[in-house]
């Protein structure tokens, strides 16, 4: 088993391209999420998924959006990137709300 | 959102050396969280707590779920090099009849050999 699987590992942008980051897991976990992880702020919920066909705002939503595209599939898109998105990114998967999480091993995104 | 004060921050501890970290919370939780983030990677699962009062062991490594539900405490014993890393503490706050994943700031260990 993979676990979580996230693509790509790093990307540098200009600001105002777009850009999805994809996620993908194999445990037939109901529940996924993002976070973007910044220093000295811990993770912080972007968006999550709480089952298949639902998507639900987090702490910081704003310049983002998200596609559950099935099960197994969780997708971030920035629209038009700013320097305040210069992040780590993780996706993340439970069996449902409220349960552990298994991580995926980050995306390091830099927009100049 | 519900936040998680988690202290301390960060520490700097000699090799052998005994190791303890909490989280609070304004707000009761039902299940308290403890994860370990290696430099580069996810964090991953250290242990998980379920009810007020239980103590949990995973090697070195002991957390305890607060009688008031507001709080958790992880002690790591006879720390060495490896257990360097991030400590953060989670739960699942309640947000409009759904629960959604809470983490404190975390707490980076520094051991010294």
């Known amino acids: 088993n993979a676990g979580v699987t996230q693509t790509p590992k790093f990307q540098v942008l200009k600001t105002g391209q777009s850009m999805t980051l994809q996620c993908a897991q194999d445990m037939n976990h109901n529940s996924m999420y993002w976070y973007r992880q910044d220093p000295g702020m811990g993770l912080r919920l972007i968006y999550y998924?709480?089952?298949?066909?639902?998507?639900d705002k987090g702490e910081v939503p704003n310049g983002y959006n998200v596609s559950r595209l099935n099960k197994r599939e969780f997708s971030l898109r920035l629209e038009s990137a700013a320097p305040s998105q210069t992040s780590v990114y993780f996706c993340?998967?439970?069996?449902?709300?409220?349960?552990?999480?298994?991580f995926g091993p980050g995306t390091r995104l830099t927009v100049t | 959102g519900q936040q998680l004060n988690q202290s301390p921050q960060s520490m700097f501890i000699q090799e052998g050396e005994d190791v303890s970290m909490n989280c609070t919370s304004s707000s009761i939780f039902n299940t308290w969280l403890w994860y370990k983030q290696d430099p580069g990677e996810g964090p991953v699962l250290l242990i998980a707590?379920?009810?007020?009062?239980e103590l949990t062991s995973n090697g070195r490594l002991t957390a305890q779920f607060g009688i008031t539900r507001k709080d958790s405490f992880l002690n790591i014993s006879a720390s060495i090099p490896s257990d360097v890393g991030i400590y953060f503490c989670a739960g699942p706050s309640s947000s409009g009849g759904s629960y959604i994943p809470t983490f404190g700031r975390g707490t980076s260990l520094i051991v010294h050999p």
């Open positions: 707590l379920y009810k007020a009062g």
């Open positions: 993340a998967s439970s069996s449902g709300p409220g349960t552990e999480q298994y």
């Open positions: 998924s709480a089952s298949e066909g639902t998507t």
